[in-house]
């Protein structure tokens, strides 16, 4: 099955700086990619995805890069805030329709002031 | 998101019990979801359903059992034999447009397990 690995597990920066968050997939069929945030005891929401037809997609301040031969994908916050403070999942999935999703085990984003 | 509800919001299970979680959504949302969260790890798939009166085992279903009888609800049971069943599930909903292009899924707020 799908194995998604993601790094760094925790990763502090000052406000106003970038943050970068990787992860790569094991099963080159995967073809959809959403980024998760989530805050404490709360539900995951979803920030952004992409899917393997599309290279980099860019919402505001967020961005993701797919890198299909490679089997990676990254997350990219530009100027930090202090509300970006979460902890974020990427996660992957293949075939097409319904299926679940395969999620890394997260990146807690620390923003110092 | 609004349109899903999970209840209870904190159940606690005793030993040899079976209990059963609800969600509910109002999305009109073909698929739905189980996930189960550790803390400091990532979710992990226990069930997931495409269409009423089917389901398919997820990663780690063992324990766990499901029905979908209804468009708009997803129970999920943890029997007695899940024996470590204390973490954080979410159930999550998504649409259904092909068979080549999977969709943004949304969770409800969870409801966290304990054993007693």
């Known amino acids: 099955g799908e194995n998604v690995e993601q790094h760094p597990s925790t990763l502090s920066v000052q406000e106003g700086d970038s943050a970068v968050i990787k992860c790569t997939y094991s099963?080159?069929?995967?073809?959809?990619f959403p980024w998760y945030k989530q805050e404490l005891g709360k539900r995951p929401q979803l920030i952004i995805d992409i899917r393997s037809n599309v290279g980099e997609k860019k919402d505001q301040r967020i961005a993701v890069t797919l890198n299909k031969t490679a089997k990676h994908f990254s997350l990219h916050i530009t100027e930090t805030q202090p509300e970006d403070s979460a902890v974020y999942f990427c996660?992957?999935?293949?075939?097409?329709?319904?299926?679940?999703?395969?999620f890394g085990k997260g990146t807690h984003l620390i923003i110092q002031p | 998101d609004g349109g899903i509800t999970q209840s209870p919001k904190y159940l606690f299970r005793k030993e040899g019990q079976n209990v059963t979680l609800s969600c509910e959504q109002n999305l009109n949302h073909d698929a739905m979801y189980w996930y189960r969260q550790d803390p400091g790890q990532g979710l992990r798939l226990i069930y997931y359903?495409?269409?009423?009166?089917?389901?398919q085992k997820g990663d780690i279903a063992e324990g766990y059992s499901v029905s979908r009888e209804k468009k708009e609800s997803f129970p999920l049971t943890v029997t007695s034999a899940q024996k470590n069943p204390t973490a954080f599930y979410l159930c999550?909903?998504?649409?259904?447009?092909?068979?080549?292009?999977?969709?943004?899924?949304?969770f409800g707020d969870g409801t966290r397990l304990s054993i007693l």
């Open positions: 999550a909903s998504s649409i259904f447009l092909s068979v080549y292009s999977n969709q943004p899924q949304h």
């Open positions: 996660a992957a999935v293949k075939g097409g329709g319904a299926d679940g999703l395969t």
């Open positions: 099963d080159s069929a995967s073809n959809y």
């Open positions: 359903s495409q269409i009423v009166n089917d389901f």
